[in-house]
């Protein structure tokens, strides 16, 4: 398998491939000391190619602004790929090659991290089960929150910003619909805990379009109280557009602690049933490398050894739940079900 992109999520996806006796390689534009670590630009399409055509898997641990290119590329060189997702217009776009995929004898599955990803598969757990009012709640926060965001650079700034800007897609009454990212705060309760949450682009993904029948979908990003608040202000002020938005990933990227200790929170609930994630950095890995990089290894494993049909699908259809909750479980990542 080759892993494009050796930040920290394609560190943890390496390490996991690895540990379970998969050949992995890694590049990266940056020089990097990791195992078979070998220098490559992405945005170079012909050295890009020829390392792709050696590999059964690629995975995509770059900036969502990548992954359409590297999946039509995947296409050419007749490999399967995968990558992180979150960018919603970006994901409906590599599921619209399936014929192309399919006739290249490849499977191409987007969104394979933690939200979308996890929270996609467990979400249609929930709607195999006959729920039809499900609610997406999920966050990556430091252990010890500063002041004045009391949050930390626990993934890529550009995607965290994405995720702020973007409208949020929604379903209300059966009707797919738009919401303004930053609104619909509300407080949130989770083992004892309290949090903030609000509408993001990107969690939803590809759910309105497979829960067919579903009359209530939404997804909502926890934080520590106040945040939503500090960001919409930043939304409303304009540092998000254009120039001003490149600036601004510049800035949070050197003012957000970025080796902070971090846990994962997650509620995915419905009218009749919840499922309920905490994870907490391990010594070794950050919560959230542990729940976007080792779902997605899995993903890759699967689809390695596995008959997952050819063609370009979204993680809940493509995945089987029980065998993917044992894999999880088998990396001490557990949702609670009832």
């Known amino acids: 398998m080759l892993i494009i992109g050796a930040g920290k999520i394609g560190v943890a996806i390496q390490h996991d491939l690895l540990r379970n006796g998969i050949d992995a390689r890694i590049c990266d534009v940056v020089e990097k000391d990791l195992p078979n670590f070998f220098r490559l630009d992405a945005r170079n399409t012909g050295s890009l190619m020829r390392e ?27 490999t399967n790929f995968i990558d992180l997702g979150g960018n919603s217009s970006i994901v409906e776009k590599e599921l619209a090659l399936h014929g192309d995929a399919k006739k290249a004898g490849i499977t191409i599955i987007p969104d394979c991290g933690l939200a979308p990803g996890m929270s996609n598969i467990v979400a249609y757990h929930l709607w195999e089960q006959g729920s039809r009012k499900i609610h997406i709640r999920v966050g990556g926060l430091p252990l010890h929150p500063e002041p004045p965001l009391n949050y ?15 409208d949020a897609i929604i379903v209300k009454n059966g009707m797919v619909t738009k919401v303004e990212s930053l609104t619909g705060l509300e407080e ?3 083992n004892g805990m309290k949090f903030e949450a609000f509408y993001t682009h990107g ?19 926890i934080r520590y109280k106040g945040h939503c608040e500090k960001i919409l202000l930043l939304k409303q002020l304009g540092f998000f557009e254009n120039e001003e938005r490149l600036f601004t990933e510049k800035i949070l990227e050197k003012a957000l602690p970025k080796d902070a200790e971090d846990f994962v929170v997650a509620k995915i609930y419905s009218e ?35 008959a997952i049909e050819k063609g370009a699908y979204p993680p809940e259809l493509a995945i089987d739940f029980e065998k993917f909750m044992e894999e999880l479980k088998k990396r001490g990542i557990e949702w609670k079900l009832k």
């Not at 969690?203 to 990003?221: A, I, M, N």
């Open 188 to 190: 949130i309760e989770i």
């Open 272 to 306: 009749s049933m919840e499922a309920i994630l905490f994870d907490r950095h391990d010594g070794s890995f950050s919560a959230m490398q542990r729940t976007t990089a080792f779902p997605t290894a899995i993903i890759a494993k699967m689809l390695a050894s596995e």
């Open 152 to 166: 930390a650079l626990v993934f890529s700034v550009h995607g965290l910003i994405n995720e702020y800007v973007e």
């Open 203 to 221: 969690g939803t993904s590809t759910l309105p379009k497979t829960l067919h029948g579903v009359k209530e979908l939404d997804y909502k990003t």
């Open 52 to 78: 792709m055509k050696e590999e059964d898997v690629v995975i995509s641990a770059l900036p969502y602004d990548f992954n359409y290119k590297l999946a039509k590329l995947a296409i050419k060189t007749k």
